[in-house]
């Protein structure tokens, strides 16, 4: 009975340092020298007003690469002053006949932004592999739930550039492509998984340099 009359009294000061935490932290800009933890990047000592800045979205990314597509991130890593905020950013610019293939950011939700061009854009439910697509044009948006496969194309005769928001600092990706094909998983094993034969699994393998 003094066991079960303690409890209530060991979670209130288990949750008090983190409830005053909430509300009397501002902020939490990474150290990054320190390295990331589960619970987020530990706090910088002392920061100033370029900790909250960042001008790397400002240029072009290189589109010349197999998918003639750049992704320029301003996650916590470029970004330390978006560290706990539950928020981060990136561009992407997609060259004429571009695509930024099927992907997924398994930590955050993205809202897209067109500021050039004209693309597709679609999203896959998990339920239904229902396709949600629309073209967007500048000045559109479109919202991708976290954690599903979703991708984009250029349709126009100019490049088209993006602005994004993710709803986490950090919000991964994974690349559908690269994750089946840009690795060691046994060309053997990969018909199993993918119904291509093998030299289809060559063919695919040798443009994303997997290993056999």
Not at 68 to 76: F, H, K, Y
Request: glycine content about 8%; aromatic content about 10%; proline content about 8%.
């Amino acid at each position: 009975m003094a066991n079960a009359m303690l409890l209530p009294v060991i979670l209130s000061f288990l949750v008090l340092p983190f409830s005053a935490m909430a509300l009397t932290q501002d902020f939490c800009v990474a150290d990054l020298p320190r390295g990331d933890t589960p619970a987020g990047y530990p706090c910088k000592e002392h920061v100033s007003a370029d900790d909250f800045y960042y001008s790397g979205l400002a240029a072009p990314g290189n589109t010349n690469n197999i998918f003639r597509t750049a992704i320029t991130p301003a996650s916590v890593s470029q970004f330390p002053g978006v560290n706990g905020l539950g928020i981060s950013a990136a561009r992407v610019d997609i060259a004429v006949g571009g695509v930024a293939p099927l992907h997924t950011h398994p930590a955050a939700t993205e809202l897209i932004f067109v500021t050039q061009g004209t693309i597709v854009a679609a999203f896959i439910s998990s339920d239904s592999n229902t396709v949600y697509t629309k073209t967007l044009y500048k000045g559109d948006i479109m919202v991708f739930p976290q954690g599903l496969l979703h991708y984009q194309y250029n349709i126009g005769v100019t490049p088209a550039v993006l602005l994004v928001a993710f709803s986490g600092p950090n919000p991964g990706l994974q690349i559908t492509l690269l994750a089946l094909f840009a690795n060691n998983i046994p060309s053997d094993v990969l018909p199993k998984l993918t119904f291509l034969d093998a030299v289809q699994i060559m063919k695919y393998k040798s443009m994303l340099n997997g290993t056999a």
